[in-house]
């Protein structure tokens, strides 16, 4: 049993920055896998960036690589997504994901996470 909690959303202007957390439930949060995705006004969710449960391998959608970074504590539970740079189309719902098993051919996939968190507002004006 997994429960995610996402915070730090909010608006900026372009050019901003925001840090993302997620805060995790349970002793066992060490064992899972952490995953970012993101769901803007009229589109489908899609992968932002993910994290081993070691933390020692991350990845990202083509669309944030040089400008945001996953990371986490386990020690404190948590999942950070630090954004930089921040542009309009990069307003969405953001979403803290978790699974204990994520081969590395599937970690863009939603499919592949057990428990989702209920989302934080981002948004970017122009």
């Known amino acids: 049993q997994v429960q995610l909690v996402e915070s730090g959303g909010g608006l900026v202007q372009a050019g901003g920055s925001l840090r993302l957390s997620c805060a995790a439930s349970?002793?066992?949060?060490?064992?899972?896998?952490m995953g970012w995705f993101r769901q803007a006004p009229g589109k489908e969710r899609e992968f932002v960036a993910a994290?081993?449960?070691?933390?020692?391998?991350?990845y990202y959608a083509d669309s944030v690589k040089g400008r945001f970074a996953i990371s986490r504590d386990n020690a404190k539970n948590t999942v950070y997504l630090q954004m930089n740079s921040l542009k309009p189309q990069d307003t969405a719902v953001y979403y803290c994901?978790?699974?204990?098993?994520?081969?590395?051919?599937?970690?863009?996939?939603?499919?592949?996470?057990?428990?989702w968190g209920q989302g934080t507002q981002v948004t970017v004006s122009s």
């Open positions: 994901a978790a699974t204990l098993f994520l081969p590395s051919s599937a970690y863009a996939r939603s499919q592949s996470y057990d428990y």
């Open positions: 349970g002793r066992a949060f060490k064992t899972y896998a």
């Open positions: 994290i081993s449960w070691s933390g020692g391998t991350t």
